[in-house]
């Protein structure tokens, strides 16, 4: 099943299933929107990214909606495997190419 | 193969000294940035330099200072200044391809 709902600091997951992971954006100017996934230790690493031109983006198992009108972001993860489990940040450019970082998910999927 | 250095991955200082945090890229990226991430928070924005010989304040700028003398390098110092500064350091590049993140290094004051 999905577990949807506002932004929680916590998502526990069984493997198989759908993952959907919600972020609020502060700034309605920003027109550039990243997901970042975190390991523990490590440096984030990019998953996909989106433009304030379009509403929907698809990747491998990954899929990242935005809606401009309620300035937010989501974040779907189909099949979620054990691999999956780390702390995913969504990232908004704002002026002068910098980044703002939400205040991340940790993702858990239990086998 | 291109990427981000960053050095040491951990890193002690004692109270009251600078200490200089390393970020090297060859990714012939101009912008690079400096983040601050601590336990169970996002990434917060200490410094940003968008070209050589030039940087601008983020959102934590205090207690630390930044130089861009050349563009493969941005390194970070952490002052006496800051007041708490074990922490999670990031550092990053950018162009129009996206951005890209280091490894990070680890500062635990003792």
């Known amino acids: 099943g999905e577990s949807v709902g506002l932004h929680l600091p916590t998502l526990s997951v069984q493997e198989g299933d759908n993952s959907i992971i919600n972020c609020a954006y502060s700034?309605?100017?920003?027109?550039?929107f990243i997901w970042y996934k975190q390991e523990s230790g490590k440096g984030p690493q990019f998953i996909i990214d989106?433009?304030?031109?379009?509403d929907k983006r698809q990747g491998q198992r990954v899929t990242v909606l935005l809606n401009k009108t309620v300035k937010h972001l989501s974040l779907q993860i189909a099949a979620t495997q054990p691999g999956d489990s780390a702390v995913y940040f969504c990232a908004e450019e704002t002026s002068g190419s910098r980044l703002t970082f939400g205040e991340g998910t940790q993702l858990t999927v239990n086998p | 193969d291109g990427g981000i250095t960053q050095s040491p991955k951990y890193l002690f200082r004692k109270e009251g000294q600078n200490v200089t945090l390393s970020c090297e890229q060859n990714?012939?990226?101009?912008?690079m940035y400096w983040y601050r991430q601590d336990p169970g928070q996002g990434l917060r924005l200490i410094y940003y330099s968008q070209i050589v010989n030039d940087f601008q304040k983020g959102d934590i700028a205090e207690g630390y200072s930044v130089s861009r003398e050349k563009k493969e390098s941005f390194p970070l110092t952490v002052t006496s200044a800051q007041k708490n500064p074990t922490a999670f350091y990031l550092c990053?590049?950018?162009?129009?391809?996206?951005?890209?993140f280091g490894s990070g290094t680890r500062l635990t004051v003792v």
């Open positions: 989106i433009r304030s031109n379009m």
């Open positions: 990714l012939n990226h101009d912008a």
């Open positions: 990053a590049s950018s162009a129009w391809q996206g951005y890209t």
């Open positions: 700034n309605s100017a920003s027109d550039y």
